[in-house]
Structures are given as C-alpha cells and as structure tokens.
C-alpha cells in the first residue's frame, strides 16, 4: 500500500504482540557489533602511496606474525561510532547531577580555542623561541589561578586530579625531608569522606592514614584534629566544602593547628566550584591545593578524561614544586625543565595539558572576575534550591539545614520499601536523567549526593526535582514492584557486574580461527 | 553572562523558594573575615569573539608544525589525523560524559573501551591491556609499581635507552615511596649490557624500543635475563606507530608494557593530553592499575559493557588500591581506537613502512653533509645525530631560518656530554621539499 503523502494513523495499525525486530534494532535504538566482527583485515580508511623500494634498516626486527587489527572504511567508522555515541547520555543532552564531579555546561569555544594549530600544532620540545605564546598562554592560566586561591605558586604538570593530589603530597614530602623529618612523620590525617584517591594517593608516597571523625553536623571539628596530631602527622587531607556538601567551618583553626603541629594542610580542591570569587583556599591556610581543570573550569570529561589538575602552592611548599614550570623575564618566556634547589623533580613527560589548559583560560576570560563569582553563587544556589524541593520527602543525614554546591541525601526514606538506593538510581534513568552520585560519601548510609552545577536552567532543576518527587510518592503508595526491572527503557537492562568480575573478559577474542 | 541561564528575577524567586534572604546567606559557613568582599583582581568576562581574538593572539605567536619543515619527535610524533577523528570525539555523547559509572546508558564509552583494551593488546602482542593512563611516561612510572607489587622487591634497573623524562618520572616516584632505582649510563650505541645488573633483589628492568636514540632493540634476551632471576620485563614505546613494523612486545618476552599512544590519533598538543598504553599478562590482571571495561550481559541476556575489577581501585580499596588513577585518557583512547580502525591492520603497516621509508631516506641525504654523522645502524623513523658544534645553537638557527630540524639532546641531558647531538624524526607528513629544507638548514646552520 502506497502512503506517500499521508499522515501515518497509528490507530489504524494493528496491535502488535510481538515487541521484538527482526535486526533487534527498536527504531532509533540501534544495536552495533564490535568492530572485530564487522572490520576486515584487509580494509583501510586511510589512503596512502606505498613507498618505493627500499632497502630496511629496521635491524632484523620485522614483525612477522598478524597483529589481527580490523580496519573500517571511512563511512563504516563514522557509522560504528555515531551509533556508540547513541547509547550514552550527556550534559549535552541533560542534567548529570553527579555530586562531587561537577559536570557544568563545556563551552565549544573553548573546543576551537583548544584546536587552534598555534595550541594543537605545536610541539613540547620545539625551540622555546617559537612557542612564546603557549608558554604566555601557562604564564596567565598560572596567574589566574593564584589569584583565585591566594596563594603564591603553581605546579602546572600534574595530569588529573589524583595526579595532583600525588603532587602535592611530593611537595609536602620534600618540605618534610628538607627538615630532617622524613622518618618520623609519616602520618596523614583525612576523614572517612574522603575521596577514594586521598587514602590512594597518601599510601603511594610513603604515609599511613590515620582517620578523623566527622561530627554528628557532618564536618570536622578542630579538636578531632587537635585530637590526632601529633610530631608524627606530616600534614591533613581535607576536602572543601566537604564531601558532603558542607563548609568545614572549623577550616582556619584545623589549618592553624596543623601548621602548629609542623604538618601541612593538603586541600582537595574537588568542590572549588563552590568558592570562585567567594572565598580564597590561601587565606584560609591551605598549602596546597589540586584544581580539577576538567571539573570547576568545564574543560569536557570525555567518558573518563583527560583531565588536568594544577596544584597551587602557599610560600612554604613552593620552592618543592615540580619541574618544569614557566617563567617570565620582561617579555620573554622561557621553561625551567631542569630540576635544581630544592625542587622535588619531574613526576610527568612535558609540561601538562595544554589542551586543558586553553580550553580552562577560555573559560575563565568568558566569565571574568564577576561571571566567576556568579557561578559559584548560582550553583550553591541550585544545590540548595533541589534540596529545599526535595527535603520534606527524602531524609538528611545531617538535618536539612543550607549546602554549598551539591546537597546530600541519605536512604533512611527508604526503610521498610525492599528498595535501595540503586533502584532509585535506575528508575532515574528510565525517567531520562542521569542519575546522581549514589554510595558515596561512605559515612552515609546509601549516600545520595546531588550536584546540579550553575549550568541548570529553573525549568530543568524543577523537571528532576518533580521527577524525584513523584518516584518517592510512588514508593510511599506501594508501587514497588517496577522499581526492581528498572531501568527498562535505556539501550540495556541492568548489566550483570558479578559476572563480569567472576568471569572477567577484557578484550575480544575470535571465537573460530580467522581465514587467510 | 551566556552560560548561566538564571534571569535576575529567577535567582530572587529561587532563594525566596529556598528561604534564604541572599545569596550570601547561603555561604555563611565561611568565616566572616575570610569573606571576599571586593571582586578579584581580575579582568571582567569578554564576549566569545574577545575571547577568540585574546587567545587567538597568544596562538599566533607560536610556529605550528603543519606550517614548516618539521622534524621534532623524541616522545610526540607529528602525524595526519583524518579529520573523521576529530569529529566523531566532538560527538556530545563522547565529549560530555562521565566515566561510565551508570553502564546502562554509557554503553558507547564502555563499548569503545572494551575495543581499545582489544586493539591496544594485539598491537603489543599482550593479553590484557586497561582503560588508559594519562600519558607514556606515568604508565612507566605505574608498571614499576606493579612489579613491585607482583615481585615484592622493591629495586628497578633502567635501560640507557629510555626517555630522560620517563627515568626522571620513575626516579621521583620511587624516591619518594622509597624505592631502589638502578639507572644505567646513557646508551647512544645500545651497547649496555643490563643483564650483568639483574640479580635476584631486582624487581624490574625497564627498557624502551624504539630507544630514545632511536635505536630498535632486541630485548629477547634481557627478558629471558630477567626471568631467570625471578624479575620482569617492561617494554617502553613512546612511538606507536613503530609496532607496525617492529617486533611486539609481547612476542619479545614483555610482562608489562607502558608506551605513549600519542602518535595514533592525538595532536601535539604542547606536550598534553596524550595517551598512556598499558598491557600485560593475564595472570597479572589484578596488579593492574586504572580501569577496565569488562564483557558481560544485562537482565535480558543480551551482551553489554561494564567496568570491572574495581575492587583494585581507589574508590574501593583506598590506601590497599594498585594506584591512586581516577581520571585517565578517555577521550584520547577513543581518538586512538577510530584512528586505528581506519587504518585497520593494513593501513597501520603501510603507514609504518612510510614512516620508516622517508627516515631511511632521510639519514642518506644528512650523511652526506659535511661534519654531520648519523648514528643509528638500525632505527624507525628517528635517529640520532652527531654534528659538529653546539646542537642547541644550530637547531636554533635552523629555526630562524623556518626549519624545526629535531631536539638537541642537550635539552633532556645538559651537561652530560651529549651537546653535539641531535635527534631527527621523520614522518608520513614530511616530504622530500621537507627533507631537502632540513639538508639544506643543516649545512647552513651546522657550518
């Protein structure tokens, strides 16, 4: 039968048993092989002459065997990827209200500044005199970020957030070995919210955790500190605001007595979204502190990096920074790459990401002092505004009382329901959002950490917060039982994560020997 | 300001909604005095076309490798990226996720993974390759720890050949988790003889083929070296593109390989983000550091992607964690796994000939300029060579005279004795005008 030209009447057609395709494929939910079942060996979507004849000189150290690579036409690559990319979702598409990540709106102009041949194009080890504006370009990032935080120098290098936590703990390391101290302080002070990579990163460099506790309000109080140092404490790991959204109100005394103690005070600077323009980690008597680039400055998180995450430095630790850094001499630029005095060495090839870094000064010139300043209050303000949408119905661990950037729920609602924490996040998906940050921090039970950023329009927060709303009115009604298949509607079900890890299989293996 | 949506009104109506009388009051956790009180020190927001002429500024000061004969290697190699690359990792669902931590709707990234821990291991010739790293050098730095972790020893011996910057990495990790590094003198020739070293207190070897001075190397032997005496063998590449041509890894007796993965689709960069590559033995999977994206299946039985094995973690094991790795190279992985899918298995070794054809071509015509030695009986597409005179001052002015003709070894190792050296690459995008520029710089810079 010919429709052309006519309105599709859905309630002509029959109804239909049968959910299922013939491809598996449900319209624009496309289901793609790997590209080892569908490239082939001798495929290519690269053009290239084959070179004249010549005669080797690679030492008789030719690869013989078939490295097994498949290859991809070009419109067949464009179509795997386009159609991989179908089954994510995106701060592009949506609210990704993943607390302690940050995922803000990612500007595009930072996207063509960073691809600038001037930026992209150019080489870490080419004549410094032909790269006067890349080491400018550091120069001013370097320059904002001090000025933003107070303090009195910059570690450009470290790769990512944990990468400057590293970072700062080899700082904290050489400081302490300048002193003559290095066999007996060997302790780091961090609460039980930390971040997984605090305790990791601590671990790496020599030191033993030692826990503090948080108060029954959530935060830190000096006299746990007071408590726990001692001459062996080489310095405290703090994040603020903390982990679970609140300002550690006891900061400058924790940071005065930690200095007293002749320790150091380490400053996750994870949740710096909150304080741009508010406050400076500096005055507060912060050492050191990592910038996550890729979370308070928007450069993109790419699925999981990269990331960049400068470390600023108060007077005492900076002579220890890293090589290399910039510096300035009138006009001109030029890198100390070599370590001397009392710098603690190299921790990376290079000079840091100078991809990050463009897009981060893109951003930052975008905004200047007063945009800055209005997105830290903006997204305070959001954080606040889903907790007062959401606090009459979920249940606060600490009482329901103000958060800074992100606003932390416990699953005490959720008692008696035969529902976790997890089930909320996937019914959360079937309702198109990303769900939040679920189980962490540990010191909450069935932690529910929200995050919304500035970058959250009124009607967006209002649609997750009714969302949230009407799945916790269904849990009060009984209406359990959905909740266990969910999420029903995204390209999978629940994937099974114990089979994964029982069984574990990391790469495609061909399953019949390859003809040829 | 175009990235906040709130109008003035709204913000007014939100703390009204929140009960908060001002936006300050919401901050009042922060001690009075350490209140900012006056705007920052800083310049005020610029429109986008402010923005793209301030830094389109800074951009133009630098010289881009496409714009001249370019030669600069030594860890970042200058390739064409088919422009199909760089527009698939724009995709917003690529650029604009997390870490795949809801598998249910990140199966694209978990699906890609799943292919570069694949594409990565058959390049190495390894059974299990992760995530990613953040670049080659911090992979090194973690395959050390690793074998560490898997010998309980704690000594390292490393090659002459290896990137400056990378023994540089490992010595600083090492001093400060207090560990031993052996470092072998500096081996232009790769005339060392590391087995001599290994004995039964050493944990690893770490030697890197291609060398940094380009020189190809049979490792088959350390490695049975090094077996012998109950350590590892790590293999280092900071050209990828080399494994087109040359022996994998894993076929010469690697435990772990760490390389950089610049090459295969990331720009330059400046130096970052780049790549790392880290492969190794199945029976070492659990030692591993980073993620690893795992095969499995979902509720209605259909096959799907999940990270696994996270009880290695950080966020798991915290301080017992293999490494402190969060965010590692995602998009980069992904850039490498389209780049490496177009060219398939014989568009990388056609690509690996070319490479190696222009470098053969290229040491020919610098050995026959006058006071100019190349070094290298064997190479890829790098080589070392040896001038008469200060390197640095005549890279220098072969810049001056629009030629990047390589990296004077004096800017890794000053003061080492090496000041007359200069290391070459060569590339697909180098052509013979290119080469001709270069001969025709050095003999000018070099008389």
Redesign the interface.
């Known amino acids: 039968m010919n429709n052309q030209g006519r309105p599709t009447a859905t309630d002509t057609a029959p109804p239909r048993a049968a959910k299922k395709t013939f491809t598996t494929n449900r319209a624009l939910q496309l289901e793609?092989p790997?590209?080892?079942e569908h490239?082939?060996?001798?495929?290519?979507?690269?053009d290239?002459?084959?070179?004249?004849t010549?005669?080797?000189?690679?030492?008789?150290?030719?690869?013989?065997?078939?490295?097994?690579?498949?290859?991809?036409s070009?419109p067949e690559?464009?179509r795997?990827?386009?159609r991989?990319?179908?089954?994510?979702?995106?701060?592009?598409?949506g609210i990704?209200p993943?607390g302690s990540?940050t995922?803000k709106?990612?500007?595009r102009?930072n996207?063509?500044?960073a691809?600038?041949?001037?930026?992209?194009?150019?080489?870490?080890?080419?004549?410094q005199?032909?790269?006067?504006?890349?080491l400018?370009?550091i120069d001013?990032l370097a320059h904002?970020l001090m000025?933003?935080t107070g303090t009195h120098a910059v570690a450009m290098p470290p790769?990512?957030?944990?990468?400057g936590?590293?970072c700062g703990l080899?700082a904290i390391?050489a400081a302490i070995d300048a002193r003559g101290e290095a066999s007996t302080r060997k302790i780091v002070l961090a609460p039980d919210s930390a971040?997984?990579?605090n305790?990791?990163?601590?671990?790496?460099?020599?030191f033993?955790?030692r826990s503090i506790p948080a108060g029954a309000d959530g935060v830190v109080a000096v006299e746990s500190v007071r408590a726990a140092l001692g001459p062996d404490v080489a310095a405290i790991m703090l994040t603020n605001p903390n982990t679970c959204g609140?300002?550690e109100?006891d900061?400058?005394q924790i940071a005065e007595a930690v200095r007293e103690a002749g320790g150091y005070f380490y400053c996750d600077g994870a949740n710096f979204n909150a304080l741009m323009?508010?406050?400076?980690p500096g005055?507060?008597g912060v050492d050191a502190m990592h910038i996550?680039l890729?979370k308070t400055f928007s450069t993109?998180?790419?699925?999981?990096?990269?990331?960049?995450g400068p470390v600023v430095l108060s007077e005492r630790l900076a002579p220890f920074a890293?090589v290399p850094f910039v510096v300035r001499n009138n006009d001109a630029y030029a890198l100390r790459?070599?370590?001397s005095g009392q710098s603690?060495?190299?921790?990376?090839?290079?000079?840091?990401?100078?991809?990050?870094f463009?897009r981060a000064?893109?951003f930052?010139?975008?905004?200047?002092?007063?945009?800055?300043?209005?997105?830290s209050?903006?997204a305070?303000?959001?954080a606040?505004?889903i907790?007062?949408?959401l606090a009459d119905i979920l249940s606060s661990p600490f009482g329901d009382r103000?958060c800074?950037h992100e606003v932390l729920f416990d699953d005490k609602w959720l008692d008696g329901t035969g529902l976790t924490m997890l089930d909320i996040?996937?019914a959360l998906?079937d309702e198109g959002f990303?769900?939040m940050t679920m189980y962490?921090p540990l010191v909450v039970h069935g932690a529910m950490l929200i995050e919304p950023t500035?970058?959250?329009?009124?009607a967006?927060l209002n649609l997750f917060i009714a969302t949230v709303r009407d799945v916790a009115f269904r849990i009060q009604r009984g209406e359990t039982e959905a909740f266990h298949?969910a999420?029903i509607f995204?390209?999978?079900?629940?994937?099974?994560?114990t089979?994964?890890?029982r069984n574990?299989?990391?790469?495609?293996t061909a399953r019949k020997p390859i003809r040829g | 300001m175009r990235f906040l949506p709130h109008t003035h009104e709204e913000r007014l109506d939100m703390l009204g909604a929140v009960g908060a009388p001002t936006i300050d009051s919401l901050f009042a956790a922060i001690p009075v005095d350490k209140r900012l009180t006056q705007p920052l020190n800083l310049p005020r927001g610029k429109s986008e076309a402010e923005v793209a002429r301030a830094l389109g500024r800074m951009a133009a000061k630098n010289t881009a490798a496409d714009t001249v004969p370019f030669f600069v290697g030594c860890g970042a190699y200058k390739h064409h990226i088919p422009a199909s690359v760089d527009h698939l990792i724009q995709r917003s669902e690529f650029l604009t996720s997390y870490t795949p931590y809801q598998p249910e709707i990140a199966q694209g990234t978990l699906q890609v993974l799943f292919e570069f821990q694949t594409q990565t291991a058959m390049l190495t010739g390894m059974e299990v390759a992760n995530a990613s790293m953040y670049d080659g050098s911090t992979a090194a730095v973690e395959a050390v720890l690793m074998a560490h972790r898997i010998s309980r020893r704690r000594k390292a011996v490393l090659s002459g050949g290896l990137h400056p910057h990378y023994a540089q990495a490992i010595q600083t990790m090492s001093q400060m988790a207090g560990d031993e590094v052996v470092s072998m003198p500096w081996d232009v020739h790769a005339s060392e003889d590391i087995s001599a070293q290994i004995d039964a207190s050493v944990s690893c070897v770490v030697a890197q083929t291609p060398d940094v001075w380009g020189n190809p190397r049979d490792l088959t032997e350390l490695a049975n070296a090094c077996h012998r005496h109950g350590a590892l063998l790590i293999v280092v590449f900071t050209e990828a593109v080399s494994l087109g041509l040359l022996r994998a890894p894993g076929a010469i007796g690697a435990d772990i390989v760490a390389g950089e993965g610049q090459s295969i689709g990331t720009a330059l960069n400046f130096g970052g983000p780049y790549l790392g590559l880290f492969a190794a033995r199945q029976t070492h999977v659990r030692q591993m550091p980073g993620r690893l994206a795992g095969e499995t299946k979902d509720a209605a039985g259909r096959r799907g992607f999940v990270l696994t094995l996270s009880t290695r973690e950080q966020h798991i094991r915290r301080e017992k964690a293999t490494s402190n790795i969060c965010t590692n190279s995602g998009l980069c992985a992904l850039a490498f796994s389209i780049h490496l899918s177009l060219l398939g298995e014989v568009g990388l070794r056609r690509l690996a000939r070319v490479n190696h054809a222009n470098a053969v071509k290229l040491a020919d015509m610098l050995a026959r300029v006058p006071n100019v030695d190349v070094l290298n009986r064997s190479f890829f597409n790098e080589f070392t060579l040896r001038v008469k005179g200060d390197a640095a001052a005549i890279v220098e002015r072969m810049a001056a005279r629009g030629v990047l003709g390589g990296v004077p070894v004096s800017r890794l190792l000053p003061n080492a004795g090496f000041d007359n050296l200069i290391l070459v690459a060569n590339t697909e995008v180098n052509t013979d005008d290119d080469r001709a520029a270069l001969v025709a710089a050095l003999e000018g810079a070099a008389s």
């Not at chain 1, 995204?490 to 994560?497: G, K, T």
Request: net charge negative; with cysteine.
């Open positions: 793609e790997l590209i080892f490239g082939r060996p001798d495929v290519t979507g690269v290239l002459d084959e070179p004249e010549f005669a080797s000189r690679l030492g008789g150290l030719e690869r013989e065997e078939t490295i097994g690579l498949p290859g991809l070009e690559a464009l795997h990827y386009v991989l990319s179908q089954k994510n979702y995106s701060i592009d598409a990704y993943l990540c995922m709106h990612n500007p102009i996207e063509a500044m691809r600038l041949p001037g930026f992209a194009d150019i080489h870490p080890l080419q004549p005199s032909t790269v006067q504006g890349a400018e370009l001013t904002w000025e933003m790769k990512a957030g944990a990468h936590e590293l080899m390391r971040h997984g990579t305790p990791a990163t601590a671990a790496m460099v020599g033993s955790v609140l300002f109100r900061i400058v323009g508010k406050a400076r005055d507060l996550n890729h993109p998180h790419g699925g999981g990096g990269p990331g960049a890293p790459e070599q370590a603690f060495g190299r921790m990376t090839a290079f000079h840091g990401q100078m991809g990050m463009v000064l893109s930052m010139l975008s905004h200047g002092s007063d945009g800055l300043r209005q997105a209050e903006d305070v303000l959001n606040n505004y907790r007062a949408g103000p800074m996040a996937k998906i990303h769900p962490f500035e970058s959250e329009s009124l967006s298949a999420p995204a390209p999978r079900q629940r994937l099974d994560e089979r994964a890890a574990p299989v990391l790469r495609w």
